[in-house]
Each structure stands twice: as structure tokens, then as C-alpha cells.
């Protein structure tokens, strides 16, 4: 997979694109990450991406020009002879878009290029938005300063479930919302224990101690669906999301 991540603060990024698993998994080989500061498809010389909005109000807004240029070029770059017609799936954030669920994720993993688009300030030009007419994500309902820490939290979903990343091959599959129950639900992960056995007076609970396999599988089960009963009630209610 390749992703390639438009902002205008790059150095928001790259340390934490740098760590962790996100940095084994481009060492590894399974993503290549790129990151482009918009700015350099202004075209001024002060490097100017922003403006006064029309109408009046608080803030800027983020130009058309330097957005678009910055889009059709890293699309240039992606086709290759080997590549011709490559047309990455095309993501910007915003409290107005879709809110990102783990089908979401599971989705954006299955692509072979991903485009993000790290808007700032108070927002695009709506023009350029209805042009590039890209997939429109939020991370929840509350605001940002900009798209770069909803690009970052969408890169960590999308890598680790790429194969090979994690360390063990089912790691992925029983996190939160990617177990399912026996009803296709996704339930919240059960609770886990290391050493030691007993801390500030509370143990481990015995099950997860006596070495039977399908004893700790049933207790697992059993508190993934008791604890998104009480927590998260309405990921029973829901439907199963369409691609």
C-alpha cells in the first residue's frame, strides 16, 4: 500500500509516521508513506495558501489552487508504466463527514493507494472540495485545528491491519469492534491480565489461569458482549455497514 498525506505542516507528521508500528511497517515493506506540504504548489511567491473568506467572518480559508495542483500531481506520480490508470482513494477530514467506524478502516486497508488531505484553519474552499470530490471522514464530533492528527489516527487504523504488520496474525482480529459474536456483531475486547498474579490486593481472575482453552475463549466472549452491553449498547442495535 501507498499513502500520501497533503498538509501544510509536515512537521506535524513525521516524528510519529517515524515510530512504532507505522515505522516497522515501512521498513517492512507493506505501506510507503509520503508526505507533501502544500505550499509548494503555491503560486506566489510568499508561498500563500490561505484567505479572507467571502462573506465576511472569523478565520481563513484554504485556497483552491495550491490544493488541486498538490492533488493532480501526486496523482501523476503514482502512475507508472507498471501503474497507468492508478487513482488513489481520495480522503479529506472534516466534522461534516462520515464519522469512522472499524468497517471503515477495513475497507480503506483492502486499497492499494490512499490520498489524504489534511485541510487547516477554518476550512476549504468548497469549490475545490466539489472538484476533487473526495471521500469526507470525521473522527467524531468535536473540532480540530486541522486534518493532520485525523490523518494520523486513520494511517495507525489502516497499517496495522495490513499483513504482516502485527505480531501475531489475530492480533487484529480481536481488537475492539472487530471481534464479532455469533450474530455478526462487533463487541469492545475483553479485559487482559499480565504478571503479577495479585496487585494491590485484586487477582487475576482464575480462569485465565487454569490452562483450559475453552474455558478462557468462553470468558472472553463473555465479557466482550457483557461489556458492550453495559458500554456500548448500541453497537448490538446497528446494522452492518455496507461497503
Given at each position: 500500500m501507498r499513502i500520501d498525506i497533503l498538509t501544510l505542516f509536515p512537521e506535524m507528521l513525521e516524528a510519529t509516521l517515524a515510530t512504532?508500528?507505522?515505522?516497522?511497517?515501512?521498513d517492512g515493506g507493506q505501506v510507503e508513506i509520503h508526505v507533501h506540504d502544500i505550499r509548494n504548489w503555491a503560486d506566489n511567491k510568499h508561498r500563500k495558501v490561505d484567505d479572507r473568506p467571502y462573506g465576511g467572518g472569523p478565520g481563513m480559508v484554504m485556497m483552491c489552487q495550491p490544493l488541486h495542483d498538490a492533488v493532480q500531481e501526486v496523482e501523476r506520480q503514482l502512475n507508472t508504466p507498471e501503474n497507468p490508470e492508478c487513482s488513489p482513494v481520495r480522503i479529506h477530514f472534516t466534522p461534516q463527514g462520515e464519522v469512522l467506524k472499524?468497517?471503515?478502516?477495513?475497507?480503506?486497508a483492502a486499497e492499494k493507494n490512499l490520498l489524504?488531505?489534511?485541510?487547516h484553519y477554518e476550512g476549504i474552499d468548497e469549490r475545490v472540495i466539489e472538484t476533487l470530490d473526495p471521500?469526507?471522514?470525521?473522527?467524531?464530533?468535536?473540532?480540530?485545528s486541522g486534518g493532520e492528527i485525523p490523518a494520523l489516527l486513520l494511517v495507525d487504523a489502516v497499517v496495522r491491519?495490513?499483513?504482516?504488520?502485527?505480531?501475531h496474525a489475530d492480533s487484529a482480529d480481536q481488537d475492539s469492534f472487530s471481534e464479532r459474536d455469533s450474530e455478526g456483531k462487533r463487541l469492545l475486547d475483553c479485559p487482559h491480565y499480565?504478571?503479577?498474579?495479585?496487585?494491590?490486593?485484586?487477582?487475576v481472575p482464575e480462569v485465565l489461569l487454569s490452562g483450559d482453552h475453552a474455558a478462557v475463549d468462553k470468558w472472553r466472549e463473555e465479557q466482550m458482549v457483557s461489556r458492550t452491553k453495559s458500554r456500548r449498547p448500541d453497537?448490538?442495535?446497528?446494522?452492518?455497514?455496507?461497503?
Open positions: 512504532s508500528i507505522v515505522k516497522r511497517a515501512q472499524q468497517e471503515r478502516v477495513e475497507q480503506l489524504l488531505i489534511a485541510g471521500l469526507e471522514l470525521s473522527t467524531g464530533d468535536y473540532v480540530l491491519l495490513l499483513p504482516g504488520v502485527l505480531g499480565t504478571r503479577p498474579r495479585v496487585w494491590n490486593e485484586k487477582e453497537l448490538l442495535d446497528d446494522e452492518e455497514v455496507d461497503p
